[in-house]
């Protein structure tokens, strides 16, 4: 796999328990890029059930899927990074591991990046008709609401996990954990600009969220701080040029 040359996009996927849902995720990714040139790197952040083996087993119907597995619980940010730190392509597409993203609306995305001028740097997902309960609904608007006049970005949805972004941007971003909530404040932090476009999504059909309301507030409360403490410390340089 390692001497195949590099890949133009790396669709990485975090899971945690997802048994019963990255069959059925795999196969639709494949389908969704099929005819591109592709890979996908699944991250199985210490999955207590059969995600692995699944993961594992499904290799050999599909050469381009690789499996990254963390020894120890580390979070949806380190399994993201952790993908995107191995992944061959200049694009890197993220998605949620539940299913809940439709993968059909990758390519959009993709599309979409590679169309836009060199400083856009992440085009996000925005969850059209979002299939989740009405309490974890409000909970999001205000948030979103919240940290867009904390941090001043231009995000409407900045928790659906499909993104696509230039690997290379990425990489420049501070990391800390919970920072894929926050990668276009970050990226606008940064000097670069982003796009958004509506997706689908769906009912979760397996396992259930990893994450309450409340447990996301409390995250939040102290990464919005750290975040517009990275903001006020921000100095960009305006365009570099070589002498």
Not at 42 to 59: C, G, M, P, Q, Y
Not at 166 to 171: D, I
Not at 178 to 187: C, E, K, Q
Not at 225 to 240: D, E, H, N, T, Y
Request: aromatic share 6%; net charge positive; charged share 25%.
């Amino acid at each position: 796999m390692t001497d195949a040359p590099a890949p133009q996009i790396s669709v990485v996927v975090p899971v945690h328990d997802e048994a019963g849902a990255v069959g059925p995720l795999v196969g639709e990714i494949a389908l969704a890029f099929d005819g591109r040139s592709y890979e996908m790197i699944f991250v199985d952040d210490a999955s207590r059930d059969s995600t692995l083996a699944e993961l594992t087993a499904l290799k050999a119907a599909h050469p381009r899927l690789r499996v990254l597995t963390h020894p120890s619980n580390s979070g949806q940010s380190r399994a993201v990074r952790t993908g995107v730190l191995a992944a061959r392509g200049e694009v890197v597409v993220t998605m949620d591991g539940d299913g809940q993203n439709p993968p059909v609306d990758a390519p959009r995305l993709v599309d979409a990046l590679l169309a836009s001028a060199p400083e856009v740097a992440l085009v996000g997902g925005r969850r059209a008709r979002r299939q989740d309960s009405e309490a974890k609904r409000q909970a999001s608007i205000w948030a979103n609401r919240i940290r867009r006049r904390l941090l001043g970005d231009d995000a409407d949805d900045t928790g659906c996990g499909l993104k696509a972004f230039r690997r290379e941007a990425f990489l420049r971003l501070p990391y800390f954990d919970h920072v894929h909530r926050y990668l276009p404040a970050l990226m606008i932090r940064e000097g670069f600009r982003n796009l958004y476009l509506d997706v689908g999504h769906r009912h979760r059909e397996t396992g259930r969220s990893k994450y309450t309301n409340w447990g996301r507030l409390v995250a939040s409360l102290s990464d919005l701080l750290g975040v517009m403490w990275l903001k006020s410390r921000s100095r960009l340089p305006g365009a570099v040029r070589e002498v």
